[in-house]
């Protein structure tokens, strides 16, 4: 069964950092383009970053650039999300998902396996 879970939500103060985990069972990530999206409640999906399967292209959104960092250990089968400096807005669920598209960051149409998520919330 191809599966992807995320790990590694809490909840954290302003200004902190949390460190997301993506884990694939089932299937190998290094053929694929991963990305996080996240959600927060009354509101649509938004992409936060992605990164193509060489590691060679990465993408993120304006809303988290210069405070998260994507990253990938194909070896170890895991994708990471390290997000920063922290900010109440970035309160959501976070969700990875892969993409058979490996090459490029694609749309959210171009992703085929999503994990459950995993809740971040940010407050004082």
């Known amino acids: 069964q191809l599966q992807l879970v995320e790990s590694g939500g809490g909840l954290v103060q302003p200004g902190g950092s949390l460190r997301l985990s993506c884990a694939a069972s089932?299937?190998?990530?290094?053929?694929?383009?991963i990305g996080w999206f996240r959600q927060a409640p009354g509101k649509e999906y938004e992409r936060v970053s992605c990164i193509t399967r060489s590691g060679g292209i990465t993408y993120y959104a304006d809303s988290v650039k210069g405070r998260f960092t994507i990253s990938r250990d194909n070896f170890k089968n895991m994708v990471y999300l390290q997000m920063n400096s922290l900010k109440p807005e970035d309160t959501a669920v976070y969700y990875c998902?892969?993409?058979?598209?490996?090459?490029?960051?694609?749309?959210?149409?171009?992703?085929?396996?999503w994990g459950q998520g995993t809740q971040v919330t940010v407050s004082s």
């Open positions: 089932g299937f190998t990530l290094d053929y694929y383009a």
């Open positions: 998902a892969a993409s058979s598209v490996p090459t490029m960051c694609g749309s959210i149409r171009s992703y085929d396996y």
